[in-house]
């Protein structure tokens, strides 16, 4: 009986996790290759109680990534981290993988599921005074709900205008704070998120068609000054910067891995991958998984089922070799 043939899956979040262990079930010899320094994608920052995942009520997303690795520990799939993928090379029996060492590894299919990146400040770096801001000042991404606790009683200056953004001032509210959203246009959160802010209208503001222009330390506050139109700006003094400006895809690291073979590759404006229904890429053996595809509406629910579904190309396709 022959080895199981390997299989490469860059990216240890629900997308790749999932890929992983339905290959594993399939008979092959999965490896997932995770840059960061922990497995669980962005999922494991995700601080609060879900209420959105069947059979994960009251988890937070940090849990259920936990339990995710810990599935696919038990099934004996090795996970590395700290391994960046630096270059990918079609060979004739597959992609041959340098990592970030130089250290080679081979596969005869590989899965790209490196998922989304927070937005970070950097995004805003035509804001005067923003890179001067501390960690007490300044929070992003999922850390504006783990800290929310520094919100009690205060005044926060919120950057966004999706769901995270109006459920992050509902929250601030709650602790007896009170928020200023600012939205670059027109607010796209979900109708009962708009509800709830509505509920709090004595406690939070939000703006449409803002530009944040400036911040600056006074008096032991921080002044932000905005902008929402070209003769029109605003000022008011916060305590706290909350930026939500919600996600880009990490595909970047792609065009550098596959050199000139990256323009094979099909992505949208903003990034992300374009694949058939089985996430098949147009370069052979090369595949893509769950919110790195997902544009529209990406979750853990989506991801988990576009893992296993580009598990399931991969055996369709090794079978037919």
Known sequence: ????????????????????????????????????????????????????????????????????????????????????????????????????????????????????????????????????????????GPFAFRDLDLCQGKTVLIVGGGDNAFENAKMVAELGGCAIILCRSRPRAQRQLHEAVERFADRIRVVMHATLRAVRREAGKLVAQWQTAPDKAEAAAVDRLHVLIGYAPNSEWLATALGDTATALAR??????????????????????????????????SALASGARAAKAVDIDLSNR
Request: with cysteine; charged share 15%; proline share 6%.
């Open 1 to 140: 009986m022959s080895d199981p043939l390997s299989v490469a899956i860059v990216g240890a979040g629900p997308a790749g996790l999932s890929a992983a262990l339905w290959l594993k079930q399939l008979g092959y010899a999965p490896f997932v290759l995770e840059a960061a320094e922990a497995p669980g994608g962005i999922l494991r920052f995700n601080f609060l109680a879900n209420e959105w995942v069947l059979g994960q009520h009251g988890l937070t997303g940090t849990e259920m990534s936990a339990r995710f690795v810990a599935h696919a520990e038990a099934a004996g799939i090795p996970i590395a981290c700290t391994s960046s993928v630096q270059r990918l090379v079609p060979v004739p029996n597959g992609w041959r993988l340098f990592l970030h060492d130089g250290t080679p590894r081979h596969a005869a299919a590989v899965i790209v599921a490196t998922g989304l990146r927070y937005r970070r400040p950097e995004a805003l770096a035509t804001v005067a005074g923003i890179g001067q801001l501390s960690a007490s000042e300044l929070a992003y």
């Open 268 to 301: 949208d404006e903003a990034g992300y991958l374009i694949t058939d229904r089985w996430g098949r890429t147009p370069l052979l053996r090369l595949y893509a998984a769950g919110d790195l595809v997902e544009r529209d509406f990406p979750n853990v629910v």
